[in-house]
């Protein structure tokens, strides 16, 4: 069955460091894969979307993810956080038969200043 | 200005008591989605609806039921049956697979 893994449920970096996301799915084809962002109390926010065709895959938010068939990874990257940032960060890949998405665990990224 | 209206925001509910969430879309999606959000447990499918008149039961139906009679609306119901109510509950719609989300109603057993 389709699944996603993110390993990290808590990261901390400092403002103007560099962030990486961890992401890793199980699935059956070269999946969609996705990203959402979730500030405290909101609904999820698109960053980013892989469908095909290049595996670097920029968003929004100065946010980029890259897609790794061998590892099975889809992972998130900033070059420089922002305070803003701070959030819950979520990555997606479409369930079996492709009708619905599920999401990882989901990673909270706190910015210490 | 399209999108996904969740009303309303928050939700309190006495136990025993059946509640209702309402999800409306105008962005003229066909599927639509219900999922229950709890701390560290990321977000989990309760009820989805590829079309009108048709929906399926997620991962955690159970205490939940939800109706489909028109493309733009997709209601939530909690009912008594369901143990442990109190959570986040998020509304989607999507195209190609990509979802588009509601604010989010935040319901709570008192």
């Known amino acids: 069955a389709q699944s996603v893994t993110q390993p990290d449920i808590h990261i901390t970096v400092s403002e103007g460091a560099s962030l990486e996301l961890r992401c890793n799915y199980s699935?059956?084809?070269?999946?969609?894969l996705f990203w959402y962002v979730q500030s405290p109390g909101q609904g999820l926010q698109l960053l980013l979307k892989?469908?095909?065709?290049?595996?670097l895959v920029q968003g929004i938010k100065g946010f980029e993810a890259e897609f790794k068939r061998s590892q099975s990874s889809f992972n998130l990257r900033k070059p420089s956080v922002h305070w803003s940032d701070a959030a819950e960060y979520f990555c997606?890949?479409?369930?079996?038969?492709?009708?619905?998405?599920?999401f990882g665990a989901g990673t909270i990224l706190r910015v210490k200043s | 200005d399209g999108g996904i209206t969740q009303s309303p925001k928050y939700l309190f509910r006495k136990e025993g008591q059946n509640v209702t969430l309402s999800c409306e879309q105008n962005?003229?999606?066909?599927?639509m989605y219900w999922y229950r959000q709890d701390p560290g447990q990321g977000l989990r499918l309760i009820y989805y609806?590829?079309?009108?008149?048709?929906?399926q039961k997620g991962d955690i139906a159970e205490g939940y039921s939800v109706s489909r009679e028109k493309k733009e609306s997709f209601p939530l119901t909690v009912t008594s049956a369901q143990k442990n109510p109190t959570a986040f509950y998020l509304c989607?719609?999507?195209?190609?697979?990509?979802?588009?989300f509601g604010q989010g109603t935040r319901l709570t057993v008192v």
């Open positions: 997606a890949v479409p369930g079996e038969y492709g009708n619905k998405l599920v």
């Open positions: 989607a719609s999507s195209i190609r697979t990509e979802a588009f």
């Open positions: 892989y469908f095909s065709g290049d595996t």
């Open positions: 699935y059956g084809a070269t999946p969609y």
């Open positions: 962005l003229n999606h066909d599927a």
């Open positions: 609806s590829q079309i009108v008149n048709d929906f």
